[in-house]
């Protein structure tokens, strides 16, 4: 398979690597949100979050939050955002599971999601939608 990350993990193609187990690795993003910025993958491959396997899943986000720490110790990060777009709607352009940590500073100039409040029922209408959609999952 033609993997961009399958390749890094398996040292086909270089990249600045961070930290490495027997599951997971990660390495640099080459286009930061900020610097510091860090992707933690699978070595194995896995598409999404709708397709990892569970196990898997929990071994990415150990690493994630191992360098959640490390990463806001190592850039002086006042925090961390840890991310995961799944899906092209969603800005996934690299088709192998993984997730961001970036470093954030208050006064960085990135934008917070910015939320809208509901309309009239819709509350309850979308909390009725994820429910049965949980039940029947
Ligand atoms: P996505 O938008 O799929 O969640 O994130 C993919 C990320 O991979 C982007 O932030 C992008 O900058 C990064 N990226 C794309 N190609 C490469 C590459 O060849 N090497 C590294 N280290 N990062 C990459
Ligand atoms: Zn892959």
């Not at 990060?77 to 997730?99: D, F």
């Amino acid at each position: 398979m033609d993997c961009l990350f399958c390749k890094i993990a398996t040292k086909e193609l270089p990249a600045e690597i961070v930290y490495e187990d027997d599951r997971t690795i990660a390495f640099l993003d080459i286009r930061p949100i900020n610097k510091g910025h860090t992707l933690v993958i699978p070595k194995d491959h896995a598409l999404n979050i709708y397709e990892i396997d569970d196990e898997r899943l929990c071994d990415v986000m150990k690493s994630a939050k191992r360098l959640a720490g490390v990463v806001k110790a190592a850039t002086n990060a006042e925090g961390i955002n840890i991310g995961m777009n799944n899906g092209p709607a969603a800005g996934q352009v690299v088709m192998h599971a993984h997730v961001h940590v970036i470093p954030r500073f208050a006064d960085d100039g990135h934008a917070h999601w910015h939320g809208e409040p509901y309309a009239e029922d819709e509350l309850e209408a979308f909390g009725k939608l994820i429910r049965d959609a949980a039940s029947a999952a």
